[in-house]
């Protein structure tokens, strides 16, 4: 990557303080004009032996210094990062949907022609005949290898020659999607009605039922696996064929349900008295020979055995005959085949120049060398043995460097050094941050690469729930919807139902499993963990009413001004109470002048840093403890009232503004601290008992430094003053820059709403 696009890219992946729900432009005003103005002040008590028109021009000059420089940065940061995407004219597409792509002729894919002509030589030799039994045709390998790009090229090489219903995706609604396809007019349909229609279906074409990721079907409940089982029965049948990709890892489960060499089975079936302890035979009998043949009983079995003219034999799943002997030579014969595929180095066919391998080299390795170069064969040869999904991605990935944005031979080899982990980091980094919001982006992905490692899909209101875009602006729902469409486009994740956004899921197993790698490095741990806290109640469905019930009480909370109006009410007061003590009564100046500590010094600080912890206190609360429920609702709101009056008490007691930010910080930290208790989840409560001790801690800190300071001078001189207004904007800055972010608001947000979902 060119040292501009990583400049780029880390400052897109950069935390976010603009949590106000105002646009970025004006917030950066904003924060701009309150921290120069609050910096100003200081200046001001740092230089009382200037004139006051140089005092305010100095200070002029350093709002609009800060001003300024929180713009330039800002535009700095709307710098475009540009997606790896699919070009035409490319050998490698990266990652790709195979369902949407028209044209299987194209430069940029490798071509599954002879796999799917393969499959389809199977199917009229062994399969489509068979009507007795019934060999399911299985492809499985390692997720990423290909399987589901052979069926896309075999659906759309044969889609003319067979009836082909895609059944993939549909196993918990497999009896719905059948009546929607074989029985017409009716909106269901009974297992006869299906079985009929599908006859007069086979009685003028072949039919084909693809069941891509059937993975999927281990994840449902046993009612459901039931039914799909029945349903499989039922159409395996003469001139019917199931083509089934799993991944190679449930293969056993598969054979464990299934007779992959007889679907009319009832699953699995073994002799009786099977003496095998626990070692069980997975699969029927069967020699992969050309000359091989089932011998097929048209009598009834009697004690494990079949009658054939009076002669005992052993059933068809023990026993197959390659030599018929003449007391069957009128037997009902099916031919049988291997019909388990595994799909490995799918990328490895072999070029063809006038009809002779090219020093042996592959089609893969010879496109590497032709577009990118001698180095190409190298980059090749360390990521051949990756899955063809990671290959074509990082193969795309050189081309479009090296096409797109010009990278040099020293760029390109750079990008050749590194592993295949190192790759793929930068590919998420590049693509998340195009999306120009790699904050949500990056929770989208984690929620939903979570999910399909449970095997199920997410309701776009769901997701949205999950994310909570109480953070952002009031166009948040808009700005959500904007990053799953660009999400979508960029073929990381996909809409369930087409031209359909109630439901996404990710893209593939490959990159959920890969994105999860790169998501314990490169997300939050805040955010991961609030992620991680909203899925545990998702997943667990006996929590349904709880979620529920949580969700009418956010819309209820998000509805409430109290923490708002009571903010606004105290930082109003808070400007009429500096104005009385300057302007009507100073009682530091009269009655209690032998505790001023600030002598005869006036600063516009107190009241700036006084408004600026305002702020701090009303994100603390009005994001993360309002979402408290119950009876800790009732005490946030009585504690910040109590913290509001402290803030008024501040501007009064103004020469020890240090003193008294340190104690309400400190009451805030403590509250924080101890608001959870044993019904909320252990990291949950660990999370703001840290925070909030951490809070406690600094305001102790800050009070006994300036208790230390006015004990051994009364009236504290000038220069500890300002060294005191320092270490208050240090504590207000590390404040606001380590929690006002979105990350660690929304961690202490699913801290404070979380419940117990585990036991203890």
Same mark, same amino acid.
């Given at each position: ?5 990583? !400049? ?165 609604? /497999? ?15 009974? #297992? ?45 049948? !003469? ?221 776009? #209101? ?29 073929? +990381? ?137 119950? !009876? ?46 044993? #019904? ?26 300036? +208790? ?27 404040? /606001? ?24």
């Amino acid at each position: 990557m060119q040292a501009i696009e990583k !400049k780029k890219v880390q400052a897109k992946k950069k935390t976010g303080y603009n949590i106000y729900g105002v646009k970025d432009k004006t917030f950066r005003i904003l924060a701009g004009l309150l921290v120069g103005v609050t910096a100003a002040s200081v200046l001001d008590t740092m230089l009382p032996m200037l004139p006051w028109w140089l005092r305010l021009i100095a200070e002029v000059v350093l709002v609009v210094l800060v001003v300024a420089v929180l713009l330039l940065k800002g535009r700095s940061s709307k710098e475009q990062v540009e997606a790896y995407r699919r070009t035409e004219g490319f050998s490698f597409l990266g990652l790709y949907n195979i369902a949407v792509v028209k044209d299987l002729d194209s430069g940029d894919i490798l071509s599954r022609e002879a796999e799917a002509s393969y499959i389809k030589q199977t199917l009229e030799e062994l399969v489509f005949p068979q009507k007795t039994i019934k060999q399911a045709v299985c492809l499985t390998g390692t997720s990423g290898c290909g399987k589901s790009t052979i069926l896309s090229f075999f659906r759309k090489m044969y889609g003319e020659d067979y009836v082909i219903y895609d059944m993939t995706d549909n196993y918990p609604d /497999f009896k719905m999607i059948l009546e929607k396809h074989l029985v017409k007019g009716e909106t269901k349909g009974s #297992t006869k009605d299906i079985s009929n229609n599908l006859d007069k279906k086979i009685s003028n074409k072949k039919v084909v039922f693809i069941l891509d990721q059937f993975e999927r079907y281990f994840f449902l409940d046993e009612d459901k696996k039931h039914e799909v089982r029945d349903l499989i029965m039922l159409i395996a049948r !003469k001139n019917t064929a199931l083509i089934l990709s799993m991944r190679e890892e449930y293969l056993a489960d598969f054979m464990k349900e299934f007779n992959v060499n007889n679907l009319k089975a009832l699953g699995r079936e073994r002799e009786n008295g099977d003496n095998s302890g626990i070692l069980n035979d997975l699969v029927s009998t069967i020699k992969d020979s050309s000359q091989n043949y089932f011998i097929l009983p048209d009598k009834s079995s009697e004690n494990g055995y079949e009658k054939w003219y009076d002669n005992l034999i052993k059933t068809n799943h023990r026993i197959h005959y390659e030599h018929i002997g003449p007391a069957f030579e009128d037997a009902a014969l099916e031919k049988v085949g291997n019909t388990i595929f595994y799909c490995e180095n799918q990328n490895d066919a072999h070029t063809q120049e006038n009809a002779e391998d090219r020093f042996g080299m592959t089609k893969l390795e010879r496109k590497c060398e032709l577009q990118l170069g001698e180095d190409g064969k190298h980059y090749y040869e360390k990521h051949k043995a990756e899955p063809l999904i990671e290959q074509q991605i990082f193969y795309h990935m050189a081309e479009y460097e090296k096409k797109r944005k010009n990278a040099t031979d020293e760029m390109l080899l750079e990008m050749y050094d590194l592993e295949s982990y190192e790759l793929l980091n930068q590919y998420f980094d590049i693509q998340l941050t195009s999306t120009n919001d790699y904050y949500n982006a990056s929770r989208i992905l984690y929620l939903l690469s979570t999910a399909r490692m449970h095997q199920v899909v997410m309701k776009k #209101t769901d997701l949205i729930f999950g994310l909570n875009p109480d953070y952002l602006s009031p166009e948040g729902h808009k700005q959500l919807s904007k990053v799953l469409e660009d999400l979508v486009d960029l073929q +990381l994740i996909r809409q369930t139902v087409k031209d359909s956004d109630l439901e996404y899921e990710i893209a593939h197993d490959f990159i959920a499993q890969s994105y999860l790698n790169y998501s314990s490095s490169n997300i939050d741990r805040n955010v991961r963990g609030a992620l991680d806290i909203y899925l545990s109640e998702y997943l667990d469905t006996s929590k349904a009413e709880g979620i529920r019930v949580k969700r009418e009480f956010f819309k209820r909370v998000h509805q409430s001004g109290y923490y708002r109006n009571l903010t606004i009410t105290f930082a109003i007061l808070a400007v009429i109470a500096y104005a009385f003590v300057n302007l009507v009564y100073n009682p530091w100046t009269h009655g209690l002048s032998v505790w001023n500590a600030y002598g005869d010094v006036k600063s516009l600080f107190p009241l700036f840093g006084t408004e600026m912890s305002l702020i701090y206190l009303f994100c603390m609360y009005n994001k993360v403890f309002r979402f408290c429920r119950g !009876k800790k609702e009732r005490g946030c709101k009585i504690t910040y009232v109590i913290i509001m009056l402290g803030t008024l008490i501040t501007m009064f007691a103004y020469p020890h503004n240090m003193l008294c930010i340190g104690a309400f910080l400190a009451v805030m930290g403590f509250f924080g601290a101890f608001l959870l208790d044993g #019904t909320y989840q252990r990291a949950s409560r660990m999370e703001l008992r840290n925070y909030g001790l951490k809070c406690a801690l600094m305001g102790i800190a800050f009070i006994f430094f300036h +208790l230390v300071i006015w004990a051994f001078n009364p009236v504290i001189p000038r220069y500890l003053i300002v060294v005191e207004m320092i270490m208050t904007c240090i504590l207000i800055g590390y404040a /606001f820059m380590a929690h006002m972010t979105r990350e660690n608001l929304y961690g202490r947000l699913m801290d404070a709403s979380s419940e117990r979902t585990l036991q203890e």
